[in-house]
């Protein structure tokens, strides 16, 4: 610093200074107050340093009796400086005033500096006009002495605003904090933000508390990271779910980009089960094993038996009911769910055929999804009767509601997606696998809408060209069963699952409420 500047360092209402000089250098800083009154100023720059030195300290009225209009200065540096906080002041004298003896005004200029604690610093330079009357000079009063840009009747405000949220929906909301609750806490804790960064701005306003001017500011500069859930997808899907007392959950997926547009429980579901839940898939699973017998040579007009009941591999089978429909197509076979078709067409294919079929569609592929925990499921190989009941979805089989609902994308998209909940957040895969080809997802195609036309799932008929397959899936000692439904219309696939729900209707209407709040 250079001789001849001045420079105090206050805090809020500091009592009072000691002075150490230096050189020319004027350091004030707090101490206990003195019993012995302080002289007053005579000098043009006396004056000048006491008003800044009273005014920074907080003492309004002592810095107003050193105006040459006390009565509006003292209320007016009052409001003033009860404006931005903390008010830890600096005021430093850049040019002290140089009058002749002759002279009656006299000019001193300053660099003024607010701390604002966690915000920063706010400086600005400034000056302080002063008058002689006879031998006594007085700071000539106008606010222009706290801020050039003050105007008489204004006062400063500091104003804390949220900044842009560091997190919002593909929608650009930012989400709530009851908002999607099975991801948006894990995502949070992987992106390290909160609800917003802190902006701040001072700012004059007038008497009726209007803003006139920002005088200084800071946005936030925070990256905002877009979660590629939707508002109205994963508002349906919630709601959905929480229609039914029973543990249930739903999760939706865009198969285009692989953006995960909904995963939603119920409370009756605890964790994250709609992401790394396993269960046994039930006849949801003949999506994959149609793939298998597809890739093996058949098609959809491949005819098979449908009996009510029968032994495969040394294991009993039985459809839903029994029914029984004779000798039909695969496709009706599909359609209609017939378990016993299902087994037997497991004994003709390759051991690993089912396990490539499933990979190929999404299942048994390890994705690693920042900010969530996620499984797909998990496909044994084997032989026998193991492989007979895991081509309808029961053996030794498992799958997730994430699982499933990558299974439909894939369908819907004819290749794996990958699955993203963040943009810009990469999703690790493990390891390559081989897509399914053209003419296998035409025909799972052709036979996932034949369920809604005439099969198993009518009652998604009304809700467009809705693709699909049902699921009855039993566990435990086979006295109770999970009810599924998996499938896509248009851009949207989805997998539900209701626990304990008995059979795949439960399940069909939890789809229905979803599907019927996004038309």
């Known amino acids: 610093m250079r001789a001849g500047t001045r420079r105090w360092t206050l805090v809020g209402g500091a009592l009072g200074a000691t002075v150490l000089v230096v050189a020319g250098v004027v350091t004030l800083w707090p101490t206990e107050p003195d019993s012995a009154p302080t002289p007053a100023p005579t000098t043009a720059n006396g004056v000048a340093e006491r008003f800044?030195?009273?005014?920074?300290?907080?003492?309004?009225?002592?810095?107003a009796e050193l105006t040459d209009d006390p009565a509006a200065a003292g209320p007016a540096l009052a409001?003033?400086?009860?404006?931005?906080?903390p008010q830890l002041v600096t005021v430093v004298i850049t040019e002290p005033a140089t009058p002749s003896p002759e002279a009656t005004e006299a000019r001193v200029k300053a660099n003024y500096g607010w701390n604002l604690g966690s915000r920063g610093t706010w400086a600005y330079s400034g000056s302080v006009e002063l008058r002689r009357t006879g031998d006594k000079w007085l700071v000539r009063w106008t606010p222009t002495v706290v801020h050039p840009k003050l105007a008489p009747g204004q006062r400063l405000a500091l104003k804390d605003t949220d900044g842009k949220p560091t997190l919002v929906d593909r929608d650009g909301n930012a989400p709530a904090d009851d908002?999607?609750?099975?991801?948006?806490?894990?995502?949070?804790?992987?992106?390290?933000v909160g609800k917003g960064a802190?902006?701040?701005?001072?700012?004059?306003?007038?008497?009726?508390?209007?803003?006139?001017?920002t005088l200084e500011g800071k946005e936030s500069a925070s990256r905002q990271n877009?979660?590629?859930?939707?508002?109205?997808?994963?508002?349906?899907?919630?709601?959905?779910?929480?229609h039914t007392s029973l543990p249930a959950m739903a999760v939706a997926i865009q198969p285009s980009t692989g953006e995960i547009l909904a995963v939603a429980q119920n409370a009756a579901v605890p964790g994250t089960r709609a992401l790394n839940g396993l269960y046994p898939p039930g006849s949801t699973f003949k999506i994959a094993t149609a793939a298998a017998a597809l890739a093996n040579g058949a098609s959809t007009a491949t005819r098979l038996p449908c009996p009510g009941s029968s032994r495969v591999a040394g294991r009993p089978v039985r459809n839903d009911g029994g029914f029984d429909l004779g000798e039909v197509t695969l496709s009706k076979a599909f359609a209609a769910s017939c378990n016993t078709s299902f087994a037997q067409l497991m004994t003709t294919l390759p051991d690993n055929a089912l396990r490539e079929a499933a990979a190929s569609l999404g299942v048994g592929?390890?994705?690693?999804?920042?900010?969530?925990?996620?499984?797909?499921?998990?496909?044994?190989?084997?032989?026998?009767?193991?492989?007979?009941?895991?081509?309808?979805?029961?053996?030794?089989?498992?799958?997730?509601?994430?699982?499933m609902a990558v299974m439909a994308a894939t369908v819907a998209r004819g290749s794996l997606p990958t699955p993203v909940l963040v943009r810009g957040e990469t999703t690790g895969v493990e390891g390559k696998r081989k897509a399914p080809s053209k003419a296998v997802i035409d025909s799972l195609r052709s036979m996932m809408r034949e369920v809604v036309t005439g099969g198993t799932a009518t009652a998604l008929s009304r809700f467009g060209a809705v693709r699909g397959k049902t699921g009855t899936?039993?566990?435990?000692?086979?006295?109770?069963?999970?009810?599924?439904?998996?499938?896509?219309?248009?851009?949207?696939?989805?997998a539900?699952?209701?626990?304990?729900?008995?059979?795949?209707?439960?399940?069909?209407?939890?789809?229905?409420?979803f599907l019927g709040a996004l038309r």
């Open 52 to 63: 800044l030195t009273t005014f920074a300290a907080g003492k309004a009225q002592e810095a």
């Open 79 to 85: 409001e003033l400086r009860s404006g931005p906080q």
């Open 179 to 192: 908002f999607a609750p099975v991801v948006l806490p894990g995502v949070r804790r992987h992106l390290g």
């Open 198 to 213: 802190r902006s701040w701005r001072i700012v004059t306003v007038d008497g009726a508390g209007t803003e006139v001017e």
């Open 226 to 242: 877009v979660l590629t859930l939707g508002t109205a997808t994963q508002n349906a899907a919630q709601n959905a779910v929480n």
């Open 365 to 403: 592929v390890d994705f690693t999804v920042p900010g969530v925990t996620t499984l797909t499921g998990k496909v044994p190989g084997g032989d026998g009767s193991s492989q007979a009941e895991n081509g309808f979805g029961q053996g030794t089989v498992l799958a997730t509601p994430f699982g």
């Open 473 to 494: 899936a039993q566990f435990g000692d086979g006295t109770s069963s999970h009810g599924w439904f998996v499938g896509y219309r248009d851009d949207l696939a989805f």
């Open 496 to 513: 539900v699952l209701v626990e304990n729900g008995e059979s795949s209707s439960v399940a069909i209407t939890v789809t229905a409420d």
